[in-house]
């Protein structure tokens, strides 16, 4: 599932802002992930956004400790589910495992180095893991992800994606900030900071003009409080 990449290709193994192969960060990201969202309710969108059927075949990029792929495993024929982390595709592989989930392919991959030959796939998802590149290689990475649809396939993408109506950033990002959970306060104030000044998370007309250039058709988006964003996106 990974092709050679020239020599001048962005490197995606290497870690940007949180560090996703450090075992202990993980366990942590699984145990918070629990916590403060609602993975149900999550996957549950992401199933009626794509429409899947028994028989597609789903790709997702960044699966992170696998809690989509095992959700997607239920309703389709085959899942291969990619990450850079080999902790977090251990991590994973383990979690489908003690829920006898058996058609879930966990490998190492990423948006630059995914291969056409392994498609074509009825549907690709992403979650929170695009803005780990810089805005020059998310249309790459867009334009990958095209190529391993099927015409006609489903491309669903969530992200941290700044909203173009905030006129001024300095009050937004502290009230943002202040507005973090009491019990979780502390981690997540350093994980947004991290994230704000590391990570490459960009603006929704950015990332919309990206997804039309890349050769999708946008046919539904969500925004949520100035800084996350969903698409549905078709081939
Ligand atoms: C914030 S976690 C999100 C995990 C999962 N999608 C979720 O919604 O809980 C980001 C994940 O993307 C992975 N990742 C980062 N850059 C990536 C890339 N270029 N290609 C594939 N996976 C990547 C990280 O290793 C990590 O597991």
Redesign the pocket.
């Known amino acids: 599932m990974m092709r050679e990449l020239p020599e001048w290709y962005y490197d995606?193994f290497i870690?940007?802002g949180?560090d996703?192969?450090d075992k202990e960060e993980i366990l942590h990201?699984d145990q918070k992930?629990q916590k403060i969202?609602n993975i149900g309710s999550e996957a549950e969108t992401m199933l009626r956004l794509i429409g899947l059927q028994q028989e597609d075949r789903v790709l997702?990029?960044?699966?992170?400790?696998g809690?989509?792929s095992i959700e997607l495993s239920r309703h389709c024929k085959q899942v291969v589910a990619?990450?850079?982390?080999e902790g977090?595709l251990e991590f994973a592989r383990e979690k489908a495992k003690s829920k006898n989930r058996n058609n879930i392919h966990f490998t190492k991959?990423?948006?630059?180095t995914l291969e056409p030959d392994d498609g074509p796939f009825d549907a690709v998802v992403?979650?929170?893991?695009l803005h780990?590149?810089p805005d020059f290689w998310k249309l790459i990475?867009l334009q990958h992800v095209g190529s391993m649809l099927r015409t006609g396939g489903r491309f669903f993408l969530?992200d941290v994606v700044f909203s173009s109506e905030i006129h001024d950033f300095d009050p937004f990002i502290s009230k943002l900030l202040q507005s973090i959970p009491e019990q979780v306060k502390d981690e997540m104030t350093r994980e947004y900071i991290l994230h704000i000044k590391e990570e490459f998370s960009t603006f929704d007309w950015v990332i919309e003009g990206l997804i039309k250039k890349a050769g999708f058709r946008i046919e539904e988006a969500f925004y949520e409080n100035g800084f996350l964003a969903t698409y549905l996106c078709i081939k």
């Open positions: 995606e870690q940007v949180t996703y192969t990201y992930m969202r997702e990029i960044g699966c992170g400790t809690e989509f990619l990450d850079v982390s977090m991959g990423s948006f630059l992403t979650q929170l893991a780990h590149l990475a969530k």
